[in-house]
């Protein structure tokens, strides 16, 4: 069935200035055509009447969002209806992923999944929540669906890759609107707990793909297991072109139940964040090495999530703490500080408990909440949210 929920139409403009976001036994080769599929693009916002955010003044990027020491507070959610400007989706259930699709800065529209019942939406700034696809999955031990990425060639074929759990292994698959899911890389590890995995295109024509360890640490460093690793793999899951190993899909070990993956825009810097039994961390991820030295790590485990590389500063939302976590960057990618800790009521709105991130501009990205699995969720939740870039700073809080 179609779910459409309607929600305040919302006529901001949104373009931002730039600143200075084992075998393969189970693969499958199919048909990427995506048949009887009708595509138009994502019809251009117009000025309509509505709830309107109160824009910086001339010079600065327009976000949707109000400014600080705004003096009049948004109303709380009234059911399913979010009159936080920059909610753009509300009343799903528990979305641990997020896919921005392309635009010209003028809309948002987001592949929003759903980490229990499978759901993929199609949810934006001026539009229904859409049921984009429904992909069978299995939730229990922490998995389900818990990654979603454009395909690399996505302005073509038109296709989305998931990341899932099903009865007998973790998997990445491919589909289409409306369209029934495919295997693409089968019989990754599966376990009673350590099933989150996490998808990025790479920027270079390949897909990124973190796995968990499924409960078992050791697999994490077994060369001939798909747990607790990076992949790379191409649209059909084999090994990616340029591997350090040209026969293997690993291009790095060590994970135990990952977050998130991001990169800069231009792929030329990756991460993974990772949530270990005695700490969080975050990795800069270097093709052939493994993951044995963090770029940061959090001994408070705040449940380390998705990520965006804003170029000078790393975000990290935080499912556990819910909050985002921006680590300041060098010149050269290190992290140089502690991170400055944002959206979490005290510095910024917080939106409880955050796990899908994925930047739209260098300047906006949009995320997702996980408050009804063990948060604290109000009558709208679970939601979309775009989040805006917070200012760079020196390092945070302690």
């Given at each position: ?226 747990a607790g690793k990076v992949l790379r793999i191409d649209a059909a899951g084999r090994p990616a ?37 005695d700490r969080d961390a975050v990795y800069r991820i270097e093709p052939g090495e493994d993951l ?107």
């Amino acid at each position: 069935m179609i779910v459409r929920t309607r929600q305040p139409r919302r006529s901001w403009p949104l373009a931002l200035a730039a600143s200075g976001v084992l075998a393969l036994s189970g693969c499958a080769d199919f048909d990427d055509s995506a048949a009887g599929q009708n595509w138009e693009p994502a019809p251009e916002l117009s000025a309509k009447a509505g709830p309107q955010p109160q824009l910086p003044e001339a010079g600065t990027p327009a976000v949707p969002s109000r400014p600080p020491g705004s003096p009049t507070p948004v109303p709380p959610p009234d059911g399913c209806t979010d009159y936080d400007e920059a909610v753009i989706a509300t009343c799903l259930d528990t979305v641990a992923a997020v896919a921005a699709l392309p635009t010209d800065g003028s809309s948002v529209t987001a592949l929003a999944g759903e980490r229990r019942s499978g759901r993929v939406l199609l949810v934006g700034t001026d539009a229904e929540q859409t049921e984009f696809a429904t992909i069978p999955v299995v939730a229990t031990g922490d998995g389900g669906l818990t990654g979603l990425a454009l395909s690399p060639t996505y302005a073509e074929d038109r296709l989305v890759f998931a990341y899932i759990t099903t009865a007998t292994d973790n998997r990445v698959v491919r589909f289409a609107e409306g369209q029934p899911p495919k295997p693409v890389l089968t019989g990754i590890p599966k376990g009673a707990k350590g099933n989150q995995g996490a998808l990025l295109t790479d920027g270079k024509g390949a897909l990124l793909v973190a796995t968990g360890a499924a409960g078992d640490p050791a697999a994490a460093r077994d060369p001939g297991s798909l747990a607790g690793k990076v992949l790379r793999i191409d649209a059909a899951g084999r090994p990616a072109p340029d591997n350090p190993d040209p026969s293997s899909p690993v291009i790095a070990a060590g994970l135990h139940s990952p977050g998130g993956l991001c990169k800069t825009e231009d792929g030329s810097r990756l991460w993974v964040t990772d949530q270990a039994p005695d700490r969080d961390a975050v990795y800069r991820i270097e093709p052939g090495e493994d993951l044995t030295a963090p770029a940061w790590t959090w001994p408070g485990r705040p449940g380390v999530a998705g990520c965006t590389d804003w170029k000078d500063m790393l975000a990290v939302a935080t499912s556990g703490e819910g909050n985002v976590q921006a680590l300041p960057l060098t010149g050269d990618g290190s992290v140089g500080g502690k991170p400055q800790v944002t959206m979490d009521g005290n510095n910024g709105t917080s939106y409880g408990r955050l796990d899908g991130f994925d930047p739209v501009t260098p300047e906006l990205a949009v995320a997702s909440t996980v408050n009804k699995a063990g948060g604290d969720p109000v009558s709208s939740d679970d939601r979309v949210v775009l989040i805006v870039r917070p200012p760079s700073s020196g390092a945070g809080r302690d």
